[in-house]
């Protein structure tokens, strides 16, 4: 079955450094997403993405963060100078069509910032 | 913004008891989504939603839309281990390309 892999698993980074996740969405899929999940709270929307561009942001997707497909198969988050608020599960998803929401998610990048 | 309050926040039952938690919201969702997640991993989609009033089964878990488009309820009859986890529902507005989240129900079941 396909699946959104996502790498790496744990990122340990200190405050202040950028840092780059990484995905892998399901081949045949066309929107991308960002979501994230401070531990033990709700899953929280960051950005969505079609076309190469983006197509929707929340307030949490400020300046420090940006998204690119840099090729036909991945897709990445930035963060250009983390913060400790920035510890979290980072979670990427795809889905084949806009109106068909069945949202496929990875495993998830767990981001430490000390 | 949209919010989803979901409730109960927790559960404890015992192995074998039927299971059922819901959604509100006060904002009109055109599609409603049930996830369940496991610790250290990601949502996993255990059921979807399209049309107010639609009831739908998946095994042993049941979902419906409300007819107001405004809640949902997931049930799980006769409960075994492996459901334990964070059974999240999540919304979708039309146009919108997001998906909103409720804060989650965690279940517990004793042996």
């Known amino acids: 079955e396909p699946e959104v892999t996502q790498t790496p698993s744990h990122q340990v980074t200190q405050m202040g450094q950028e840092v780059i996740l990484r995905c892998v969405p399901i081949?045949?899929?066309?929107?991308f997403y960002w979501y994230r999940q401070i531990l033990g709270q709700k899953v929280e929307f960051l950005v969505s993405f079609y076309n190469n561009e983006i197509s929707e942001k929340s307030e949490i997707f400020d300046d420090q963060f940006s998204v690119e497909r840099p090729d036909g198969s991945n897709f990445t988050l930035k963060i250009r100078s983390t913060k400790l608020e920035d510890s979290a599960m980072y979670f990427c998803?795809?889905?084949?069509?806009?109106?068909?929401?069945?949202?496929?998610f990875g495993q998830g990048t767990r981001l430490t910032v000390v | 913004g949209q919010q989803l309050n979901q409730s109960p926040q927790s559960m404890f039952i015992q192995e074998g008891e039927d299971v059922s938690m819901n959604c509100t919201s006060s904002?009109?969702?055109?599609?409603w989504l049930w996830y369940k997640q496991d610790p250290g991993e990601g949502p996993v989609l255990l059921i979807a939603?399209?049309?107010?009033?639609e009831l739908t089964s998946n095994g042993r878990l049941t979902a419906q839309f409300g007819i107001t488009r405004k809640d949902s309820f997931l049930n799980i009859s006769a409960s075994i281990p492996s459901d334990v986890g964070i059974y999240f529902c999540?919304?979708?507005?039309?146009?919108?390309?997001?998906?909103?989240f409720g804060q989650g129900t965690r279940l517990t079941i004793n042996p």
């Open positions: 939603l399209y049309k107010a009033g």
């Open positions: 904002s009109i969702f055109n599609t």
């Open positions: 081949s045949n899929h066309l929107y």
């Open positions: 998803a795809s889905t084949l069509d806009r109106g068909l929401t069945e949202a496929f």
């Open positions: 999540a919304g979708l507005i039309q146009g919108a390309q997001k998906l909103v």
